[in-house]
C-alpha cells in the first residue's frame, strides 16, 4: 500500500508546485485517485503473491499494457455526452410575491462571503444586473470569477423567471502558491446550461422562492463530481436566496 499510494502524494506536490493544478482541485480528485491506487495495489499484491501470477507476470503486464490504449479508443469512439443534472434550491420569504420579483430579477451586491468553500476560491455571485425588460433581456449575474450572461426566456412576472446560460466564467480561483493559474478544466468542463427562479405566493402572505440550475459536468466519473457540484451550486443559490429574503423583509431606501 505504501508502494502504491506514496507516488499519489509526490505527484499531487509536483502538479501544486509547477503550477499545473491548484491545492482545492487535487484534494477534489484525492479520493478517486487514492481508491484507485488502492485497487491497484491490492491488485497487484494478490498478482505477485499467486504461484500463476509469479509465473507469468510478463504476460500479466503486457495484457494491462496493451489493453489501456483500447480502454482509450473505445472511449473516444463512443463520445459519451456528458449527463444533465438539476439543482433546486427553496427558501421563504415574509414578503409579496410583487416585492419579491424585483429583487429576483437583478440584487445588489451582496456582502463578502464567510463560508470557508467561497473563500477557498469557489465562484461565489456578487450581484445581478439587467438590461432590458422581458423575454430578451440581458440578465448578468456577476460572480467572483466574472459574469454568467443569461438572456431571459421567459418573464411571467411575478410567478416564474426563466433564463438560458450564454457564457460561464471559471468554477474557481484555485488556490495556489502563484499568483494566478488556468487549468484546462477551469473553462467548459462544467458548464450551467438554464435556470430560474419560481415564485410562489403562500397562505400567510409571503412568498416561497425556488431557485433552480440546469448544467453538466464533463468530467468523469460524473455520479462522483456530481456531489461536489450538486453541494456548490445549492450554497450558491442559498447565497443568493438568503440575500434576496433579507434584501425583501428589510427594505431600505432605495431597493
Same mark, same amino acid.
Not at 80 to 102: M, S
Not at 227 to 254: C, F, M, N, Q
Given at each position: 500500500?505504501?508502494?502504491?499510494?506514496?507516488?499519489?502524494?509526490?505527484?499531487?506536490?509536483?502538479?501544486?508546485?509547477?503550477?499545473?493544478?491548484?491545492?482545492?482541485?487535487?484534494?477534489?480528485?484525492?479520493?478517486?485517485? !487514492?481508491?484507485? =491506487?488502492?485497487?491497484?495495489?491490492?491488485?497487484?499484491?494478490? #498478482?505477485? *503473491?499467486?504461484?500463476? &501470477? /509469479?509465473? +507469468?507476470?510478463?504476460?500479466?503486464?503486457?495484457?494491462?499494457?496493451?489493453?489501456?490504449?483500447?480502454?482509450?479508443?473505445?472511449?473516444?469512439?463512443?463520445?459519451?455526452?456528458?449527463?444533465?443534472?438539476?439543482?433546486?434550491?427553496?427558501?421563504?420569504?415574509?414578503?409579496?410575491?410583487?416585492?419579491?420579483?424585483?429583487?429576483?430579477?437583478?440584487?445588489?451586491?451582496?456582502?463578502?462571503?464567510?463560508?470557508? !468553500?467561497?473563500? =477557498?476560491?469557489?465562484?461565489?455571485?456578487?450581484?445581478?444586473? #439587467?438590461? *432590458?425588460?422581458?423575454? &430578451? /433581456?440581458? +440578465?448578468?449575474?456577476?460572480?467572483?470569477?466574472?459574469?454568467?450572461?443569461?438572456?431571459?426566456?421567459?418573464?411571467?412576472?411575478?410567478?416564474?423567471?426563466?433564463?438560458?446560460?450564454?457564457?460561464?466564467?471559471?468554477?474557481?480561483?484555485?488556490?495556489?502558491?502563484?499568483?494566478?493559474?488556468?487549468?484546462?478544466?477551469?473553462?467548459?468542463?462544467?458548464?450551467?446550461?438554464?435556470?430560474?427562479?419560481?415564485?410562489?405566493?403562500?397562505?400567510?402572505?409571503?412568498?416561497?422562492?425556488?431557485?433552480?440550475?440546469?448544467?453538466?459536468?464533463?468530467?468523469?466519473?460524473?455520479?462522483?463530481?456530481?456531489?461536489?457540484?450538486?453541494?456548490?451550486?445549492?450554497?450558491?443559490?442559498?447565497?443568493?436566496?438568503?440575500?434576496?429574503?433579507?434584501?425583501?423583509?428589510?427594505?431600505?431606501?432605495?431597493?
Amino acid at each position: 500500500m505504501s508502494v502504491a499510494l506514496l507516488p499519489l502524494g509526490i505527484i499531487g506536490a509536483v502538479l501544486l508546485v509547477v503550477a499545473i493544478e491548484g491545492l482545492v482541485c487535487i484534494l477534489m480528485a484525492a479520493p478517486i485517485a !487514492l481508491g484507485l =491506487a488502492w485497487l491497484g495495489g491490492s491488485l497487484g499484491y494478490s #498478482i505477485q *503473491g499467486n504461484y500463476w &501470477g /509469479a509465473k +507469468r507476470g510478463a504476460a500479466m503486464l503486457s495484457v494491462v499494457l496493451l489493453a489501456m490504449p483500447g480502454v482509450f479508443g473505445v472511449e473516444h469512439v463512443v463520445a459519451l455526452k456528458p449527463p444533465r443534472f438539476v439543482v433546486r434550491t427553496a427558501i421563504d420569504i415574509q414578503a409579496r410575491p410583487d416585492e419579491v420579483w424585483h429583487q429576483v430579477v437583478a440584487f445588489a451586491e451582496i456582502p463578502p462571503p464567510t463560508e470557508m !468553500l467561497f473563500r =477557498a476560491g469557489i465562484a461565489y455571485p456578487i450581484r445581478a444586473e #439587467i438590461t *432590458g425588460r422581458g423575454v &430578451g /433581456a440581458m +440578465r448578468r449575474c456577476i460572480f467572483s470569477t466574472g459574469p454568467f450572461l443569461e438572456p431571459i426566456e421567459v418573464w411571467d412576472e411575478p410567478r416564474l423567471l426563466k433564463f438560458g446560460v450564454t457564457a460561464n466564467p471559471a468554477p474557481l480561483n484555485e488556490m495556489t502558491p502563484y499568483g494566478h493559474i488556468e487549468p484546462r478544466h477551469l473553462h467548459g468542463y462544467f458548464v450551467s446550461e438554464q435556470g430560474q427562479f419560481l415564485l410562489t405566493a403562500l397562505p400567510n402572505g409571503g412568498t416561497r422562492v425556488e431557485g433552480t440550475t440546469w448544467y453538466r459536468d464533463a468530467i468523469w466519473p460524473a455520479a462522483y463530481w456530481r456531489l461536489w457540484s450538486d453541494y456548490v451550486i445549492h450554497r450558491i443559490h442559498l447565497r443568493v436566496l438568503k440575500h434576496i429574503k433579507e434584501t425583501a423583509e428589510h427594505p431600505r431606501i432605495g431597493d
